[in-house]
């Protein structure tokens, strides 16, 4: 005998109790609406129904994002692995926590999260808000308890008043992750010399060098739109680009899928500020762009999940020195972060 | 100003706090109620944190630490089932760990449960759950890198030589979590549940046996770290697979 739900009442107060498990806000507080300014050509990026940005909920993630009793005052915010004037990302390979010890990836540019299907390198993570508990928890970056985090900020102002004016709540992990993400989101780049050529009709904005270069970028060639496609210059997607066959140390894409053909597969960075974020790939193990271009031209080592978009070409040194010169007007011309 | 959000949380409050009555719209008569006891037991004796035990592998084994969500524990009856939660934790490492839970009053013959959490369960944003929930940020559970909770902690310390004594000399530590570890299990059962009363739902945990279930037995020796590794994932099946064959009732 099939066995049937036992009564409606009954799987109503199972829902209904379910129901109890979500803390999201009762209300929400009156406060400004908070305006993107979005460079010609950006895409409106998604924002998640309930969690849209106000001013103060942008102000409160900027403050939290600089703050470093996140890692319970042991010197380390966001920021100190996420530079401003690096399009907010580091300058090392790998970045040094609170402990002084390195995690196992180079930490990424900021820069256009907001259009992320997915955060880090391998997509573990479906979104900003989430992906802010990784940080603060990660023995190897802050190795705090959220939860403690926020008990020893909820009483201070101005995290009290903002908290409540911005979600109706006091500080708790709901209103970090969230004001965080809300922060993020705004950090838009697309305000450089090349968006001014691209988006903007300014035929002068780039020289003859870097136009050069950007035809090289396009072409069947190098291949290289294949990948760092549309307006972030990233299809957003995972690829094995073949720089390595030793993947024990980080199996990328395979941690998540558990798929064998996506090992050795990370997101494609974006190549916007590009010349501000060196060291370069997953674990930062390239230090220059001659280097990262000589990896291209070179066609990658054999792994069988190499992208077939990766083989091996030969460019002129003209063609190269171009190359390198339109990487370079992919550089914002005003800071990503425009809040006050 | 536009009122209409205000209107809608308002609602919301009202649903939500209603909807925190637990029990209410459970007819209360017909009800009885289980005393669901966790037990941990090492092949089939009572399970002592202090004690040295051997392991099928001939391994000293100290165990410091069992905790695990149990999903969707359900009792079956022929012509019914009953979800007694969707989701707890469960700490046994110092002993039994007991829940009373109220359920209509039938004569039960099966327990229905997963170690761990199902999908829909295991992808819960954890900061939009309050802190104390069984999936709240205190529960210690979570994996932020995979944005999913572990399912299975078990810790100790352990020894290659099974003739030694004294301090064991090396860690063991076997996390379980990802949805494809996730274990259902469906148990035999004769529970009669009266209304009015009170019945006892002893559920053993023998944790000789996360590391054999007597044809595959496990060393730590083979394996003494686990975290959700993708590239040590076929021994992660070999112990999940063992910790659900260690549950068992009466």
Redesign the interface.
């Known amino acids: 005998m099939i066995p049937r739900r036992i009564t409606v009442p009954l799987l109503v107060a199972l829902v209904l109790h379910a129901g109890c498990r979500k803390d999201e806000p009762l209300a929400t507080a009156d406060d400004d609406a908070f305006t993107l300014e979005l460079p010609p050509g950006a895409p409106v990026p998604p924002v998640p129904e309930a969690n849209r940005p106000t001013a103060t909920r942008v102000a409160l993630g900027k403050r939290l994002f600089f703050d470093e009793r996140l890692s319970l005052g042991r010197g380390i915010s966001c920021a100190s692995c996420h530079h401003p004037v690096r399009a907010f990302s580091d300058t090392v390979a790998l970045s040094v926590g609170v402990h002084g010890t390195t995690g196992f990836r180079n930490a990424s540019s900021l820069a256009n999260v907001a259009y992320h299907p997915a955060l880090f390198r391998d997509g573990g993570v479906p979104t900003l808000e989430q992906q802010v508990l990784a940080p603060v928890h990660d023995e190897a970056e802050m190795d705090a308890d959220i939860n403690v985090v926020a008990t020893q900020l909820a009483g201070e102002e101005p995290y009290r008043s903002w908290s409540r004016k911005a979600y109706g709540r006091d500080l708790d992990p709901y209103v970090i992750t969230r004001a965080i993400a809300c922060y993020e989101r705004t950090l838009i780049s697309g305000w450089s010399r090349f968006d001014r050529f691209r988006y903007r009709n300014d035929a002068s904005a780039l020289t003859a060098e870097e136009l050069q270069g950007w035809t090289v970028f396009t072409s069947a060639e190098t291949n290289c739109s294949g990948c760092h496609s549309g307006f972030d210059l990233s299809d957003h997607d995972y690829h094995n680009i073949g720089t390595s066959l030793d993947h024990s140390a980080d199996p990328g894409r395979e941690r998540i899928t558990l798929r064998p053909e996506d090992r050795g597969k990370f997101k494609t960075p974006t190549l916007r500020n590009i010349a501000l974020t060196a060291p370069y790939m997953h674990d930062g193990s390239m230090a220059t762009l001659e280097r990262v271009i000589g990896h291209f031209a070179g066609g990658g080592v054999a792994d069988p999940n190499k992208s077939p978009l990766v083989h091996s070409f030969t460019l002129s040194d003209a063609d190269r020195q171009a190359l390198i010169a339109f990487l370079h007007t992919l550089t914002d011309e005003r800071p990503l972060d425009r809040l006050p | ?1 536009n009122i209409r ?2 209107l809608l ?2 609602l ?2 009202v ?2 706090l ?3 009555h ?6 209360p008569e017909g009800q009885g109620a289980v005393r669901l006891s966790v037990i941990p037991v090492w092949n089939g004796a009572p399970f002592d944190r202090m004690q040295v035990y051997l392991n099928a592998a001939d391994q000293r084994e100290q165990i410091q630490l069992v905790k695990f969500y149990l999903a969707r524990m359900t009792l ?8 007694l939660f ?1 989701a707890d934790l469960f700490n046994i490492t110092n002993g039994p760990e007991t829940r009373i839970l109220p359920v ?1 009053a039938g004569d039960y013959q099966q327990l229905r449960f997963g170690l761990g959490l199902p999908p829909d369960l295991n ?9 104390n ?1 069984p ?1 709240g ?2 529960s210690g559970m ?1 994996w ?4 999913m909770y572990r399912f299975l902690l078990f810790e100790g310390r352990f020894d290659n030589d099974p003739q030694a004594t004294g301090l064991l000399p090396f860690q063991f530590s076997w996390h379980t979590g ?1 949805d ?1 570890l996730y274990r259902e299990r469906d148990l035999p059962l004769a529970l009669e549940v009266p209304a009015g009363d009170t019945v006892d739902l002893p559920l053993y945990v023998d944790l000789a046996r996360f590391t054999t279930d007597g044809a595959d037995t496990l060393s730590f020796a083979d394996i003494a770290q686990f975290h959700g ?3 040590s ?1 076929p021994l992660g099946i070999r112990i999940a697979d063992l910790e659900q064959g260690a549950f068992c009732t009466p």
């Open positions: 100003m959000p205000f949380a308002g919301a409050a649903a939500l209603s909807a925190c637990k029990g209410s719209a459970v007819d079956v009856a022929p012509d019914v089932e009953h979800e969707d209509p992808h819960t944003d954890i900061a939009t759950v309050p802190v929930d999936l940020n205190n979570y932020t890198w995979a944005t990802l494809t590794e993708v590239q994932l």
